[in-house]
């Protein structure tokens, strides 16, 4: 799959608001699907707290096959933070994996083929849903 950052389509979803369990100031969800050529490639999530420059942004990517009959071998979840600082992202390995999906840590996936279509689909995320706005430099 040819994944071009331009021609990836960001529907955007749901949004959470849950005060930080440390200090009350507002974590942020949200959600949305990624379609390309009218065809859904992915879904993502994101997840910041404001006043908490300690707390990186975390974007979660989830692409493969995700119907009901898709084996979880075939549904990848992979995983990165933000850094404002170096404008840029980094990939995390996950500290907690669901038995739903194949949980990519950062060596699975990173220098693969796939690393480009995935940070494709990161930066269309990043540069296309208006309400991460406040993340950028
Ligand atoms: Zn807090």
């Not at 507002?26 to 300690?54: C, N, S």
């Not at 699975?108 to 990043?126: L, R, Y």
Request: aromatic content about 12%.
């Amino acid at each position: 799959m040819m994944v071009n950052l331009e021609d990836i389509v960001v529907k955007q979803g749901g949004v959470e608001t849950t005060p930080c369990d440390c200090c009350g100031t507002k974590t942020r969800l949200v959600k949305g699907d990624l379609v390309l050529a009218d065809e859904w490639i992915g879904f993502y999530w994101v997840r910041w707290t404001e006043g908490h420059p300690d707390v990186l942004p975390i974007f979660h990517l989830g692409t493969g096959n995700w119907s009901d009959t898709a084996d979880v071998s075939d549904r990848w979840v992979v995983a990165v933070e933000y850094h404002k600082d170096l404008e840029g992202f980094h990939a995390v390995d996950f500290e907690q994996k669901g038995t739903s999906a194949t949980y990519l840590d950062r060596q699975n996936w990173v220098g693969s083929s796939f690393a480009a279509e995935a940070f494709a689909m990161f930066d269309a995320v990043f540069m296309k849903d208006d309400r991460l706005t406040e993340l950028h430099p």
